[in-house]
Nanobody
């Protein structure tokens, strides 16, 4: 069993930055593909970013490219989402997800078998 504990959400003004963290426990984390997704009320959960088990490969949604950066620290069993130049449309509940099979990192939610509880990010004046 894997537990994913999220932190780092909050209120930020447009143009500001936030860093989300996701700490994994319960199993060896090193080979997990990890992803970040987000969801707003009335909409489907959407892909934001993903990183391979090795950390050498990443994948981003077009809407966040060049603004968001996903990274991981296997020594801390953690994955991060650095969000810069935030826009009001980035407001959502953000979820981290893990593929314990270790082979997938991408936009298909069905490939992830563990999920965090979500953290709210609000971008507003």
């Amino acid at each position: 069993q894997v537990q994913l504990a999220q932190s780092g959400g909050g209120l930020v003004q447009p143009g500001g930055s936030l860093r989300l963290s996701c700490a994994a426990s319960g199993r060896i984390f090193d080979d997990f593909g990890m992803g970040w997704f987000r969801q707003t009320p009335g909409k489907e959960r959407e892909f934001v970013a993903a990183i391979s088990g090795s950390g050498r490969s990443t994948h981003y949604a077009d809407s966040v490219k060049k603004r968001f950066t996903i990274s991981r620290d296997d020594g801390k069993n953690a994955v991060y989402l650095q969000m810069n130049s935030l826009k009001p449309e980035d407001t959502a509940v953000y979820y981290c997800a893990a593929d314990s099979g270790g082979t997938y990192y991408g936009p298909d939610m069905r490939e992830y078998d563990y999920w965090g509880k979500g953290t709210l990010v609000t971008v507003s004046t």
